[in-house]
């Protein structure tokens, strides 16, 4: 497998409510290695249960933005490639209300600019990638089965978000559109 020399700037975290990064911590051998990405009991997932896992692969250049969801928590695990995940805090009532947050996540080994994390993001959140490997693949749990009612988008180059995200982005047309859920939202924890 061929690495891509990113020239992506370096990670700075800020926070934003709600959001937990988790660093996880791989046991390798000359086998390949075993790490585990979260258990029910700690932080990241407190107070929340398992309704859905997904799994989606994406090429280069690939951008899935803006996303949100009223009710929905969602955990993101880039286990292959690397993804600069996005999170922009659009909750008014928020103490972090307007907050971006850059993560470049996935596979440390092939990419170093990238950290092998978990990521919690609640509701209310905006969440977007944008695929920096030929490939890529993220890996996400919900607290909440598919609802289309929960669902909410802003399109990707949208002015809500100042975020460029460079030329010869490959979107779909969901992600050109907008469109505000109609289930109601969960407060702030």
Known sequence: METIQSECPPTEIETIEGVVIKPLNPFPDGRGFFQEIFRANEPIFEGAHFAQWS???MQLNV????HYHHIQTDWW??????LQTVLFDNRPESPTYRTKLEIFMGETDLYPDTQS???RIPP????ACKVFSFEA???YITDETYNPNDEGRWPYDSDVVDHDWGRDVIVSPKDCRAFVPT???KPLR
Request: glycine share 8%; aromatic share 12%.
């Open 117 to 119: 994390v978990c990521v």
């Open 137 to 139: 693949h993220l890996f």
């Open 55 to 57: 799994h989606s692969k």
């Open 77 to 82: 695990y880039c286990p292959i490639g690397m």
């Open 124 to 127: 209310g959140v905006l969440h």
């Open 63 to 66: 951008v899935k933005a803006w």
């Open 183 to 185: 289930a109601p939202r």
